[in-house]
């Protein structure tokens, strides 16, 4: 527990993408999905989203050695692996 030190809670590193670089990324692995996606405003959802943080640096989950993707396309590899393990 030293390294973590008394503060047990971590800001995770993350990716930074728009919901047109997700859709790019699924329609390279997938080249119908772009057609199943149907843009729904949902401004309940957007009063929360608008307050997250735009950017963070998640010093100390990176000192702790946590990494986040490099890219949306990587997310969606892993998450196909972890689904196909699965099956």
Do not use: Y
């Amino acid at each position: 527990s030293a390294p973590i030190g008394p503060r047990r809670n971590l800001v995770m590193p993350g990716l930074s993408c728009s919901v047109a670089d997700q859709i790019a990324a699924l329609a390279r692995v997938a080249p119908n999905a772009p057609g199943l996606i149907t843009r729904a405003e949902d401004p309940a959802v957007w009063a929360i989203v608008k307050t997250w943080p735009r950017a963070f640096a998640a010093t100390r989950a990176r000192d702790l050695g946590f990494r986040a993707e490099a890219s949306f396309d990587e997310i969606v590899a892993v998450h196909l692996e972890d689904e196909l393990a699965r099956a």
